[in-house]
């Protein structure tokens, strides 16, 4: 999936906790694993609204990761308020967007954060 010249993208409030029914098989992706993909080809990305999506920690992984290889430096504005990020992740997270988003003016983690 390439998105070479998206630059504003809000999933505010878009949270999926849909879980498989009980003889039905989980989906072979999740949303936010595409959401990732969109990313990775978003050189001109500035805007990212991520807010109130109840982002598993393997999605908090990736988009780590995504901001740490520098897939978005142009990145202006970071919204992830109100996801439940663990202190590990989010130290990983806060380290990734100081190093690798020359750009950022804007971040706003807000996250509850927990521990372990």
């Not at 390439?2 to 949270?15: G, P």
């Not at 990732?36 to 109840?54: A, G, K, N, R, Y």
């Not at 970071?78 to 663990?86: F, H, S, T, W």
Request: aromatic share 6%.
């Amino acid at each position: 999936m390439r998105a070479l010249h998206l630059r504003y993208l809000s999933l505010r409030d878009t949270c999926s906790t849909n879980q498989p029914k009980k003889n039905e098989a989980p989906p072979a992706r999740r949303g936010w694993e595409y959401l990732i993909d969109v990313l990775e080809s978003t050189p001109e990305l500035e805007f990212l609204d991520l807010s109130d999506c109840v982002l598993p920690q393997p999605a908090v992984a990736a988009l780590t990761g995504v901001l740490a290889a520098g897939k978005v430096p142009r990145l202006r504005t970071l919204l992830l308020e109100n996801n439940d990020i663990e202190e590990e992740s989010y130290g990983a997270l806060s380290d990734a967007v100081l190093a690798h988003l020359p750009a950022l003016h804007t971040p706003q983690f807000g996250c509850q954060r927990r521990s372990g």
